[in-house]
């Protein structure tokens, strides 16, 4: 468990990991910049409350850069459907590899052997 240490005003505070995810889920850092924000959530692993809107990445590009990337989707799109239909259409089922006999496993088949069942 990760332990995190912030001093504020002559006092030591001891955050855990866990409790730094539990305020990230609960709504945005107050004293960090986004930026900072974004890190310490990535650090953490911690997931952004599900009520805050997800970001864009592609505000600010250029029609023609769109428009590079939608074909380079295309693209991507059409060599899977290809790779596909070129792969076999089932791969050959491995049977389960059989357990090595136990002791007890066997004491037990003799026994009811024995009684007849």
Do not use: C, H
């Not at 002559?10 to 945005?28: H, I, K, W």
């Not at 809107?53 to 250029?62: D, I, K, Q, T």
Request: charged share 35%; no cysteine; hydrophobic share 40%.
């Amino acid at each position: 468990m990760a332990r995190m240490e912030t001093k504020k005003k002559g006092t030591t505070a001891v955050v855990t990991e866990g409790s730094a995810q539990a305020a990230l889920r609960r709504g945005p850092a107050r004293e960090l910049t986004p930026e900072e924000e974004r890190v310490v959530r990535m650090r953490l692993g911690a997931a952004p409350p599900r009520a805050a809107p997800l970001e864009r990445s592609a505000e600010g590009l250029s029609d023609l850069e769109i428009e590079v990337l939608s074909y380079e989707i295309e693209a991507y799109m059409k060599w899977r459907e290809r790779e596909q239909a070129t792969a076999p259409a089932t791969a050959p089922v491995r049977a389960p590899a059989a357990a090595a006999p136990s002791r007890a496993k066997e004491k037990i088949i003799r026994a009811l052997r024995k009684k007849g069942l």
